[in-house]
């Protein structure tokens, strides 16, 4: 009974594991192309059509965080909460407030741009 009970805390642990691994590794479709993201073509559309409502310059509801220009973007991005609020992983702000998280292929090009150093391109 005991050993049951360890066998199946084993389980339990062996698959959050593989949950956890499954959603790195498998996250996005094979459709969903991270090769050339860019800032211009890709970020920044995605932070006008789900962010600055709240993250433009000027409006209020974004708490004064600004991501409607690249040097602010930049600031977010190296200080870690832009990727952990879209991430919603607990370790900033679960983003986009009150709206539904990121799909995952949108997450791995956010991902995948600030891999390849962040760039204004
Ligand atoms: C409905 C308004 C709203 C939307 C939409 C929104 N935010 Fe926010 N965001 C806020 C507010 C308010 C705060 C500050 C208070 C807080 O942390 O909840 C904030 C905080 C943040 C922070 C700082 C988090 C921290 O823990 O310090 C980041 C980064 C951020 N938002 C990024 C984003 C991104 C990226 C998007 C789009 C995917 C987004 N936000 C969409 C309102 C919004």
Avoid: E
């Avoid at 004064?64 to 600031?75: A, E, P, Q, W």
């Avoid at 992983?89 to 292929?105: T, V």
């Amino acid at each position: 009974m005991k050993r049951n009970i360890i066998l199946l805390a084993i389980t339990f642990f062996a698959a959050s594991c593989y949950y956890d691994k499954a959603d790195l590794v498998y996250p996005v479709a094979a459709s969903c192309d991270t090769t050339a993201v860019k800032y211009s073509t890709t970020i920044a559309p995605v932070l006008t059509a789900s962010c600055n409502g709240c993250h433009g310059g000027t409006a209020a509801a974004g708490a004064g965080i600004v991501l409607d220009n690249y040097n602010s973007v930049k600031t977010y991005v190296t200080n870690g909460k832009l990727l952990n609020s879209i991430l919603q992983n607990g370790k900033a702000s679960a983003m986009p407030k009150g709206g539904g998280k990121l799909d995952n292929c949108t997450l791995s090009k956010f991902s995948s741009w600030i891999n390849q150093g962040s760039l204004n391109n």
